[in-house]
C-alpha cells in the first residue's frame, strides 16, 4: 500500500516541490502536503493519479509490491495464524473490484482505528485473503 513515506520519497527522488507535483497530477498543494505530513490520507483517486504519475512505466516496481503482499500474508499468517480476522482493502474501476491491501487487527475497536472514512473493506480471515490476492496477481507459487 502506497503511504506518505513513499510520497514524500518518489516526490524528493524527482527532486520537485509539492507544488510542482501537485501541478503536474492535477491536485491542491496542500492535498500534497497534508498527506506527507500524515494528516490526510489521500482518497484511491488520488493515490492512483499519484501512482500513474510516478509509476506509470515502473511494471517491476509494481511486481515487487505484489510478491511483498504475499510475503506480508505469509508472515502474519505464521505470526497470527491462518484464521485471524483481516480487513481486504478495495476498490472498484469498471465494475471490478481491485483488492489493494490489507490489515489485520486483533478486536472490534483494533478494527474500527485502523479503518478510515469512505474505505471499501471486506472481512475476511487471513488465509482467505493469501488466496484472493495469489488469484488475482495470478501467482500460483511464490519463489523467493
Not at 509490491?65 to 482493502?89: H, R, S, T, Y
Amino acid at each position: 500500500m502506497r503511504t506518505r513515506d513513499w510520497l514524500k520519497k518518489k516526490r524528493n527522488e524527482k527532486g520537485i516541490t509539492q507544488k510542482e507535483l501537485a501541478t503536474e497530477v492535477g491536485l491542491s498543494t496542500s492535498t500534497i502536503m497534508l498527506i506527507e505530513e500524515g494528516q490526510r490520507l489521500g482518497s484511491a483517486n488520488t493515490w492512483e493519479l499519484l501512482e500513474q504519475y510516478f509509476c506509470a512505466n515502473n511494471e517491476l516496481e509494481k511486481i515487487k509490491d505484489k510478491k511483498q503482499i504475499i510475503n506480508n500474508l505469509v508472515e502474519d499468517i505464521n505470526m497470527f495464524g491462518k484464521n485471524a480476522l483481516c480487513l481486504l482493502l478495495f476498490k472498484t474501476k469498471n465494475n471490478t473490484i481491485i483488492f489493494e491491501n490489507y490489515i489485520v487487527y486483533q478486536n472490534i475497536i483494533d478494527k474500527k482505528e485502523k479503518v478510515r472514512n469512505g474505505q471499501k473493506y471486506i472481512e475476511t480471515k487471513l488465509i482467505y485473503a493469501l488466496k484472493i490476492f495469489k488469484e488475482q496477481y495470478n501467482i500460483k507459487t511464490l519463489k523467493k
